[in-house]
């Protein structure tokens, strides 16, 4: 058959993640140990307390076809978490459950943007976000958060990037791949630009729970007045429940902008598994402490390795205030991001993110996740001080 893909798929790319990921599966496949810093997922297991609901659930045959925007309890229990976690209003209304904060992305694109609208994404951005508006025909246009501005906007720089065909702003906080977290500063700058301007915004708040810092407080953009009327709100059970596989997560948005995601979000999936969705009304409200556990191991990673990246005489980082990645500096080697992990790996058996498949603000870096136990952290320490001599 001479098969050809739909167009709409023309501009949609593999992962640029793939080189380094295809050389940790080809080594390891020869027996060969590989020190990987580059998943984006928590090392430990679901808490036991999620994995015994989820067994009840099944037991109860909760195995039926739900409500296509979730299962009330859960709708109602997110709206729980935000009023008591994120100073977020939102009635079960106003909630879709989806199948993973990547149908909530996916939801949030589709159901907005028409073609030759323009989207203003981070640069770099976990890289779905320049991915998913090519789908929709939409004009990817970016905003930078540098390392020298602690990855805080440029007001200016934003502004300057705003056209009457802008329609949507994307904010990923605290982030992927940098760990930064925007400010009350940066946020009141970017509702003031999204009020003038008539702009949706797209908030990714999927670690929101990691945020490190007792000073540090994350803000929803969508809670500062008249905010949540124009803010779509992604957030899920992955990272912070470590439930990656369970593939679940909620969108939040106000009646008018809900009504027609639901709508696609029926055709896509008629719904998110039941028994997990029941899972997650336990991972929701009660909690065993497991949480807490993994967000102070996290943030005793974070600590280590900051502070031996930052004696190193070739590689820095900023104190990244959230998530579980350092964006580390690698400018001072004079190689590209890719041919500092391709060498990376190839010599020394590390595996790291080049910071270029995050966005060409993402150059001259590498993504480092923490999400891997203290005995791989301390081996890639060695490694980098073995590297660090020879620049
Ligand atoms: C910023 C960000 N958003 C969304 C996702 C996808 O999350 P989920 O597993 O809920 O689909 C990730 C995963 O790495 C992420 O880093």
Redesign the pocket.
């Known amino acids: 058959m001479n098969f050809k893909q739909a167009n709409r798929l023309e501009n949609l790319h593999t992962s640029g993640t793939r080189v380094i990921m295809g050389k940790c599966i080809e080594l390891e496949s020869q027996g060969i140990e590989v020190t990987k810093l580059t998943l984006?997922e928590p090392d430990f297991n679901t808490p036991e307390y999620i994995v015994e609901a989820c067994k009840k659930s099944l037991d109860a045959a909760q195995t039926r076809y739900t409500d296509g925007s979730g299962i009330p309890e859960l709708k109602k229990a997110v709206c729980e978490k935000l009023e008591a976690e994120n100073n977020l209003h939102y009635t079960p209304e106003e909630v879709t459950i989806t199948t993973?904060?990547?149908?909530g992305?996916f939801l949030g694109i589709l159901s907005t943007l028409n073609e030759g609208d323009e989207i203003l994404i981070p640069d770099p951005v976990?890289l779905?976000y320049s991915e998913i508006p090519n789908i929709a025909g939409a004009v990817i246009k970016r905003y930078n958060l540098l390392e020298e501005n602690n990855y805080q906007i440029d007001v200016d720089e934003v502004r300057s990037k705003i056209t009457d065909k802008t329609k949507m702003l994307v904010i990923?906080s605290p982030s992927?791949p940098t760990g930064g977290v925007l400010d009350l500063e940066s946020l009141e700058a970017l509702a003031d630009i999204a009020k003038e301007n008539d702009l949706l915004i797209l908030s990714?708040e999927?670690?929101d729970r990691f945020v490190y810092d007792d000073d540090q407080e994350l803000i929803s953009i969508a809670s500062l007045p008249g905010m949540k009327e124009r803010t779509i709100v992604?957030n899920?059970?992955?990272?912070s429940m470590a439930m990656?596989g369970w593939?679940l997560?909620y969108l939040c948005a106000p009646v008018n902008i809900i009504e027609p995601i639901n709508r696609l979000s029926f055709y896509m999936t008629a719904g998110t598994t039941t028994f997990v969705q029941h899972a997650g009304v336990v991972g929701l409200r009660e909690e065993d402490g497991s949480i807490q556990r993994m967000r102070d191991e996290f943030k005793k990673r974070r600590d280590y390795l900051v502070k031996e990246i930052n004696q190193l005489r070739n590689f820095r980082c900023n104190n990244p205030e959230g998530a579980f990645y350092i964006f580390m500096n690698i400018k001072k080697t004079g190689m590209t991001s890719e041919e500092f992990c391709n060498y990376a790996i190839d010599k020394y058996r590390l595996a790291l993110i080049p910071g270029s498949a995050f966005g060409e603000k993402g150059e001259g870096y590498a993504r480092l996740s923490y999400a891997s136990s203290m005995e791989v952290l301390e081996k890639a320490v060695s490694i980098l001080k073995e590297m660090d001599k020879e620049f």
């Open positions: 984006g993973g904060v990547a149908q992305m976990y779905t990923v992927n990714d999927i670690y992604l899920g059970f992955s990272k990656t593939r997560g």
